[in-house]
């Protein structure tokens, strides 16, 4: 799944969850990460996790491919869980607290379109930090593309071997012209917001902060999550 295709989710959707405001999920998601850091049980974290997917679900978007990009952290938590002691109940538990975490985070920006999140993020941040994010992210689409464009051009031209020596050599030129891009991008990204009298804040709309009804539904979502957790922890 191209990182592309989270924000034509995000912007494109209807349902009750994209309807609802930025700061509404945003909140959600706070609630969801201290049940997910709360949690010590893994089963109370397992049926999060199905909420989570139920409510993916009735968002509208594709629960597998979601779901297969949220397992990604297990990857990386599996080497530090196997290495913990107190058996197989603490891997599952870090396992299942990575997976729950990263859902979360999925449902919110497959939900919300990027702006109203950097918005939000600019209100907590300095705004230099906020500002070099936002940038970076809409920048990383542009050097996606340009790498895609990249390897096409080399296959057409038979200049491109999967699995070869040369193909590695070859697939190693393209990373350095897309590091090339990015320092060429980033420059004229800096020339535009000066010449745009960029005075250290990129203007946001308020949009974000316009709470609703459908604020209802990632709310009670954080809030019963984080209640069950530490129902059964205490």
Do not use: C
């Not at 959600?28 to 990460?33: F, N, Q, S």
């Amino acid at each position: 799944m191209e990182l592309a295709q989270v924000d034509q989710w995000a912007v494109g959707g209807s349902s009750a969850w994209h309807r609802a405001s930025a700061l509404g999920k945003l909140a959600a998601t706070v609630l969801l990460i201290a049940a997910v850091v709360s949690a010590n049980e893994w089963r109370v974290l397992l049926l999060v996790y199905a909420a989570l997917l139920f409510a993916i679900w009735t968002a509208r978007l594709p629960v597998f491919k979601i779901a297969l990009v949220g397992a990604y952290p297990a990857l990386f938590t599996l080497l530090f869980a196997v290495s913990q002691t107190g058996g197989w109940n603490v891997v599952i538990l870090i396992l299942a607290r990575a997976l729950t975490a990263a859902l979360a985070m999925l449902l919110l920006i497959t939900t919300t379109p990027y702006v109203d999140i950097f918005a939000a993020l600019g209100r907590i941040l300095p705004s230099l930090l906020a500002d070099g994010l936002f940038l970076t992210y809409r920048s990383f689409f542009i050097l996606l593309e340009t790498f895609a464009q990249l390897v096409i051009g080399l296959r057409l031209r038979g200049a491109y071997s999967r699995w070869k020596l040369r193909g590695f050599s070859q697939m190693a030129e393209v990373v350095g012209m897309t590091f090339l891009r990015a320092l060429d991008l980033a420059e004229h990204s800096q020339a535009v917001l000066h010449l745009r009298g960029y005075a250290g804040h990129i203007p946001a709309s308020q949009r974000w902060r316009r709470m609703n009804i459908n604020d209802a539904l990632p709310l009670s979502l954080g809030a019963l999550a984080l209640a069950l957790a530490l129902g059964i922890r205490a």
